[in-house]
T-cell receptor, first 111, second 115 residues
Framework: SQELEQSPQSLIVQEGKNLTINCTSSKTLYGLYWYKQKYGEGLIFLMM?????EEKSHEKITAKLDEKKQQSSLHITASQPSHAGIYLC???????????FGTGTRLTVIP | GAVVSQHPSWVICKSGTSVKIECRSL??????MFWYRQFPKQSLMLMATSNEGSKATYEQGVEKDKFLINHASLTLSTLTVTSAHPEDSSFYIC???????????FGEGSRLTVL
């Protein structure tokens, strides 16, 4: 879907480094979901953001929703090899509980 | 936490046969279920949205006669791949939206291989 764009498409970082993944929508976001996926496995739900300016954290992962910019960012602090995988953002754009997904960001963490 | 179960986890079938994949919400009612497919190294692609008691809404480019979706109850949706061909081989994932909270929960996926 072109409604959501993620950047970067891939990211390689050294263990312990911080990183940020962005998800930008061309339309108004009614709900924004972040997922992590290891290839061939089901998605792991990370966080859901609904309100403009909302910020949520889970362990070393923080996500923010900037409703005005129609953008969300996912920030990982002190990355670890266990953070490696594909991070997907999903958004309710139509406001009808129909999700669109971004193209994903492949994260590699080098020990 | 909420659990969505998919069955089978993997299936191998001959070309021309039909395969049914089930998606069940085990501990919550789901008014809406979604079906996705994923090709290797690609993002998930939404195939269709299934609402309990009504016809599914298919995304552009998805053949509704080939991918039959039935959402007969608040806890079960099925995807039937009819007359499967090798190009239908893929990883199919369902997700269910909680009727109470609206949160989405994903199944573990079903890998289909068509010989």
């Amino acid at each position: 879907s072109q409604e959501l764009e993620q950047s970067p498409q891939s990211l390689i970082v050294q263990e312990g480094k911080n990183l940020t993944i962005n998800c930008t929508s061309s339309k108004t976001l009614y709900g924004l979901y972040w997922y992590k996926q290891k290839y061939g496995e089901g998605l792991i739900f990370l966080m859901m953001l609904q309100k403009g300016g909302e910020e949520k954290s889970h362990e070393k992962i923080t996500a923010k929703l900037d409703e005005k910019k129609q953008q969300s960012s996912l920030h990982i602090t002190a990355s670890q090899p266990s953070h490696a995988g594909i991070y997907l953002c999903g958004a309710d754009i139509a406001g009808a509980n129909n999700l669109f997904f971004g193209t994903g960001t492949r994260l590699t963490v080098i020990p | 936490g909420a659990v969505v179960s998919q069955h089978p986890s993997w299936v191998i079938c001959k070309s021309g046969t039909s395969v049914k994949i089930e998606c069940r919400s085990l501990d919550f009612q789901a008014t809406t279920m979604f079906w996705y497919r994923q090709f290797p190294k690609q993002s998930l692609m939404l195939m269709a949205t299934s609402n309990e008691g009504s016809k599914a809404t298919y995304e552009q480019g998805v053949e509704k006669d080939k991918f039959l979706i039935n959402h007969a109850s608040l806890t079960l949706s099925t995807l039937t791949v009819t007359s499967a061909h090798p190009e239908d081989s893929s990883f199919y994932i369902c997700s269910a939206s909680s009727a109470n909270t609206g949160e989405l929960f994903f199944g573990e996926g079903s890998r289909l291989t068509v010989l």
